[in-house]
């Protein structure tokens, strides 16, 4: 089974040494902009089952801990055909979709907004990648 893993840590100051310490536990370091605050994550795929998983999450999260990091969440996310996307482990648990949308003006951002604050949804952006 295919999964992607996120952890996310608070209070992130020195952007650069965050990039040095996900490279060395080999994981890809993600910002994501979200207007009002960034989310400050590590980024990685991984191959196994439900419990190798598991153990690679704790690998990540204690080894940023190590390195002095605050982890305040840990995700995995599955393809939707995993069993586990049926059973209900309560509200915290969520679908995940990434749509890249080409925004031509600041009106056209706002109104985006606004429709996505209508299904529970927000608009985001990557700062380490570049606006498309």
Do not use: W
Not at 90 to 97: H, Q, S, T
């Amino acid at each position: 089974m295919d999964y992607e893993i996120h952890v996310t840590v608070k209070g992130v100051e020195d952007i650069p040494a965050f990039r040095l310490a996900c490279e060395g536990i080999g994981v890809k370091p993600i910002i994501i902009d979200l207007v009002t605050y960034q989310d400050v994550m590590t980024s990685s795929h991984f191959v196994g089952d439900d419990d190798s998983v598991v153990k690679e999450v704790e690998r990540i999260s204690s080894s940023l801990e190590e390195k002095g990091y605050n982890v305040i969440r840990k995700k995995v996310e599955v393809p939707p055909y995993h069993c586990k996307v049926r059973e209900e482990f309560g509200e915290d648990n969520y679908l995940e979709a990434h749509l890249p949308i080409e925004v031509l003006s600041p009106l056209y951002l706002e109104r985006l907004k606004e429709v996505a604050s209508t299904v529970r949804a927000h608009v985001s952006k990557n700062a380490f990648k570049p606006n498309i």
